[in-house]
């Protein structure tokens, strides 16, 4: 069933201890959002919640503070956590554990980590000591269990954030073997911002009776976000180009919504580093996040833009889902993505608590197909900014060609296709060709245009057929190879006798093993045929 409750005036209303409620007042809220006022009071009463509302609307608390009002009773034991939360990435794990650090100063929990890029030694000394929450990816948390070094029989509550996310990177097989290896008696929270129907299916197979809750229209953006199209050629510096014009355009003061940080989403890792590159050469202040990248310099990355230390942020998808940067003003996707779920968690990261937010989407010739599927999903329309759409599109400038990279196209081999395997351009062969030409002709009297340009050879006469040939004459022998009478056969000195020693009367009394001689049946496979030295 959907929830259709009033939204409550304050945290108070909605059950929570005061010990939570003394950590929100302090953190400066006093005011539930929507997922908040009617996921908590169903959270508190043991029930399997499926809460569906769009990215920024505080999902994060709206499972954080009912589980520590759970927790305030009982204890932990070694190995075997009270809770777990599923994150996708590591940044959305390190995001969740600020918020249990944030909401329960008042309370006397562990909470551990678990993700990639971690020793496993520190991971497992907070295992064994024992604890409360447990936060982790589903790959490094199969990875310790396999270890030996955690038992999930002990979990209270399982939450499962991001599950469209979790779909999407593959995580199902093991979010399903981990779901095995916890009690059936826990209480299951899903939260997610878009609910295709692969992870309808799965709630089925996880939750028991669950609430749903949907605050939202599935898939829809916040109403405070300004989208546009913006055209552009699809060769790569012609869209870097076109970025860098949009950015400084947004830098402009006049504008609605200037530009205070941005993150450029790109849908390759390989692109933002080439994008990364060309905003730094440019000199943009600008940092790179990708999957690829180590944990420290993801997490100093990230910092610094939080900070305001940096004000672009060029990343992957792995930065377009739940990371909390309250204050980001513009998102550019400098790529359409494939999938059009990614594309309300990419603007999802502007426009956050009732802010203003701008959203520019480049699109080239090619991507009519994704665009169509992603106004599709939002059930609207994106306006295209002022200079037109595609069919406006100004076309490419003629003769200008992208400038040579390296690689298969310039240089294979090491040299360039324009380049003759002796280093000489194009321009400069027909320069040596026509000077050797001239030469030619001056050389034949230059009275005539159509001189040989080659001195011809003297050509050999074709040899007639064999029948047609002259016989061979008979040649006499050669006398020099004749025997001469007048030398008598040579005679040959005697040779001495052999010395008889006791080595060879040894020699004399082993007996010598016939190299016919039968050793038994014939090895299958040589048919009648043995070698010898098989025999011996």
């Given at each position: 069933?959907?929830?259709?409750?009033?939204?409550?005036?304050?945290?108070?209303?909605?059950?929570?201890?005061?010990?939570?409620?003394?950590?929100?007042?302090?953190?400066?809220?006093?005011?539930?959002?929507?997922?908040?006022?009617?996921?908590?009071?169903?959270?508190?009463?043991?029930?399997?919640?499926?809460?569906?509302?769009?990215?920024?609307?505080?999902?994060?608390?709206?499972?954080?503070?009912?589980?520590?009002?759970?927790?305030?009773?009982?204890?932990?034991?070694?190995?075997?956590?009270?809770?777990?939360?599923?994150?996708?990435?590591?940044?959305?794990?390190?995001?969740?554990?600020?918020?249990?650090?944030?909401?329960?100063?008042?309370?006397?929990?562990?909470?551990?980590?678990?993700?990639?890029?971690?020793?496993?030694?520190?991971?497992?000394?907070?295992?064994?000591?024992?604890?409360?929450?447990?936060?982790?990816?589903?790959?490094?948390?199969?990875?310790?269990?396999?270890?030996?070094?955690?038992?999930?029989?002990?979990?209270?509550?399982?939450?499962?954030?991001?599950?469209?996310?979790?779909?999407?990177?593959?995580?199902?097989?093991?979010?399903?073997?981990?779901?095995?290896?916890?009690?059936?008696?826990?209480?299951?929270?899903?939260?997610?911002?878009?609910?295709?129907?692969?992870?309808?299916?799965?709630?089925?197979?996880?939750?028991?009776?669950?609430?749903?809750?949907?605050?939202?229209?599935?898939?829809?953006?916040?109403?405070?976000?300004?989208?546009?199209?913006?055209?552009?050629?699809?060769?790569?510096?012609?869209?870097?180009?076109?970025?860098?014009?949009?950015?400084?355009?947004?830098?402009?003061?006049?504008?609605?919504?200037?530009?205070?940080?941005?993150?450029?989403?790109?849908?390759?890792?390989?692109?933002?580093?080439?994008?990364?590159?060309?905003?730094?050469?440019?000199?943009?202040?600008?940092?790179?996040l990708h999957g690829d990248m180590d944990q420290r310099s993801r997490m100093n990355a990230l910092d610094a833009f939080r900070k305001n230390e940096l004000t672009l942020l060029v990343a992957s998808d792995v930065a377009a889902?739940?990371?909390?940067?309250?204050?980001?003003?513009?998102?550019?996707?400098?790529?359409?993505?494939?999938?059009?779920?990614?594309?309300?968690?990419?603007?999802?990261?502007?426009?956050?608590?009732?802010?203003?937010?701008?959203?520019?989407?480049?699109?080239?010739?090619?991507?009519?197909?994704?665009?169509?599927?992603?106004?599709?999903?939002?059930?609207?329309?994106?306006?295209?900014?002022?200079?037109?759409?595609?069919?406006?599109?100004?076309?490419?400038?003629?003769?200008?060609?992208?400038?040579?990279?390296?690689?298969?196209?310039?240089?294979?081999?090491?040299?360039?296709?324009?380049?003759?395997?002796?280093?000489?351009?194009?321009?400069?062969?027909?320069?040596?060709?026509?000077?050797?030409?001239?030469?030619?002709?001056?050389?034949?009297?230059?009275?005539?245009?159509?001189?040989?340009?080659?001195?011809?050879?003297?050509?050999?006469?074709?040899?007639?057929?064999?029948?047609?040939?002259?016989?061979?004459?008979?040649?006499?022998?050669?006398?020099?190879?004749?025997?001469?009478?007048?030398?008598?056969?040579?005679?040959?000195?005697?040779?001495?006798?052999?010395?008889?020693?006791?080595?060879?009367?040894?020699?004399?009394?082993?007996?010598?093993?016939?190299?016919?001689?039968?050793?038994?049946?014939?090895?299958?496979?040589?048919?009648?045929?043995?070698?010898?030295?098989?025999?011996?």
């Amino acid at each position: 069933m959907t929830e259709t409750e009033t939204k409550p005036l304050s945290f108070s209303d909605l059950g929570l201890s005061q010990a939570v409620l003394d950590a929100v007042t302090t953190s400066g809220y006093t005011i539930p959002t929507p997922i908040q006022a009617q996921a908590i009071p169903h959270v508190l009463q043991r029930r399997d919640v499926l809460g569906i509302a769009q990215t920024g609307t505080g999902k994060t608390a709206a499972f954080t503070l009912p589980m520590l009002s759970i927790l305030e009773q009982g204890r932990a034991r070694a190995r075997m956590p009270r809770t777990l939360i599923l994150e996708p990435t590591r940044e959305l794990a390190a995001q969740v554990e600020e918020s249990f650090v944030k909401y329960g100063q008042n309370h006397k929990l562990s909470v551990a980590l678990l993700i990639g890029g971690v020793s496993f030694g520190d991971q497992d000394q907070k295992i064994t000591r024992g604890v409360d929450v447990l936060i982790a990816t589903p790959g490094r948390l199969l990875d310790h269990f396999e270890r030996g070094k955690l038992l999930l029989t002990g979990i209270e509550v399982l939450v499962i954030d991001e599950a469209d996310r979790m779909l999407d990177m593959g995580f199902i097989p093991d979010i399903e073997r981990i779901a095995g290896l916890c009690p059936f008696t826990r209480q299951t929270l899903f939260f997610t911002a878009t609910m295709p129907p692969e992870i309808q299916r799965i709630t089925e197979k996880f939750l028991s009776n669950p609430v749903k809750i949907e605050v939202a229209r599935a898939s829809s953006t916040a109403t405070t976000i300004t989208q546009k199209l913006v055209a552009t050629h699809g060769r790569d510096y012609e869209k870097r180009e076109t970025l860098r014009r949009l950015i400084r355009v947004a830098q402009e003061e006049g504008s609605d919504n200037p530009l205070k940080n941005g993150i450029i989403f790109c849908n390759r890792k390989s692109e933002v580093a080439t994008v990364y590159k060309s905003l730094q050469k440019h000199g943009f202040s600008v940092g790179a996040l990708h999957g690829d990248m180590d944990q420290r310099s993801r997490m100093n990355a990230l910092d610094a833009f939080r900070k305001n230390e940096l004000t672009l942020l060029v990343a992957s998808d792995v930065a377009a889902r739940g990371l909390d940067i309250p204050d980001v003003s513009h998102v550019f996707n400098y790529d359409i993505p494939h999938h059009a779920e990614d594309y309300v968690h990419r603007i999802g990261r502007t426009g956050r608590a009732g802010r203003l937010g701008t959203a520019l989407t480049l699109i080239a010739r090619g991507d009519e197909k994704s665009l169509a599927a992603i106004e599709k999903l939002i059930n609207r329309s994106i306006p295209w900014d002022e200079s037109g759409d595609l069919a406006a599109l100004p076309p490419a400038p003629e003769g200008e060609e992208r400038p040579a990279r390296r690689g298969r196209e310039s240089s294979r081999g090491g040299r360039d296709k324009e380049r003759s395997p002796r280093g000489k351009s194009r321009g400069e062969r027909e320069h040596v060709r026509t000077a050797r030409e001239q030469k030619i002709i001056d050389a034949a009297g230059g009275e005539a245009e159509d001189a040989p340009l080659v001195a011809e050879k003297p050509r050999r006469e074709p040899r007639p057929p064999r029948e047609e040939r002259a016989p061979r004459e008979a040649r006499p022998p050669r006398a020099d190879l004749a025997p001469r009478a007048d030398l008598a056969p040579r005679e040959e000195a005697p040779r001495p006798a052999l010395q008889v020693t006791d080595r060879s009367r040894r020699e004399e009394r082993r007996p010598r093993r016939d190299r016919d001689q039968d050793d038994g049946p014939t090895p299958k496979g040589f048919g009648e045929f043995l070698p010898g030295f098989m025999k011996r």
